[in-house]
């Protein structure tokens, strides 16, 4: 599967697969790279090919689906007149670890 930088993602979100994306059970920073799954929906319940190879293989982790990742940077946006990338990932990192989004 495809993996991406976690800056490629809030730079580009809206060009991302529509999916859970994964990333090592680490520190983060914006050259972390991630994957996204594919869809579960086609796959038998059971299954577990929907996941990257790395979540079995290296132990990543989910972190948030594509619309939360909108909501986030949106979120942000909302916050600050100029929000960076460096301020997405910020965010994104304290929804991961918090379930709620950063009060700047």
Not at 70 to 83: G, K, M, R
Not at 86 to 97: M, N, P, R, V
Request: net charge negative; hydrophobic share 35%; aromatic share 16%.
């Amino acid at each position: 599967m495809k993996t991406y930088s976690i800056r490629e993602v809030l730079e580009n979100i809206e060009k991302m697969p529509d999916s859970w994306f994964y990333m090592p059970d680490s520190a983060w920073d914006l050259e972390t790279r991630g994957s996204f799954s594919l869809d579960s929906r086609d796959f038998p319940p059971d299954s577990t090919e929907y996941l990257p190879p790395q979540v079995a293989s290296l132990g990543w982790k989910e972190t948030l689906d594509t619309p939360m990742i909108e909501d986030v940077i949106a979120n942000t946006n909302h916050q600050l007149s100029s929000a960076t990338v460096h301020d997405y990932f910020e965010a994104f990192k304290f929804y991961c670890e918090n379930d709620a989004f950063k009060v700047f």
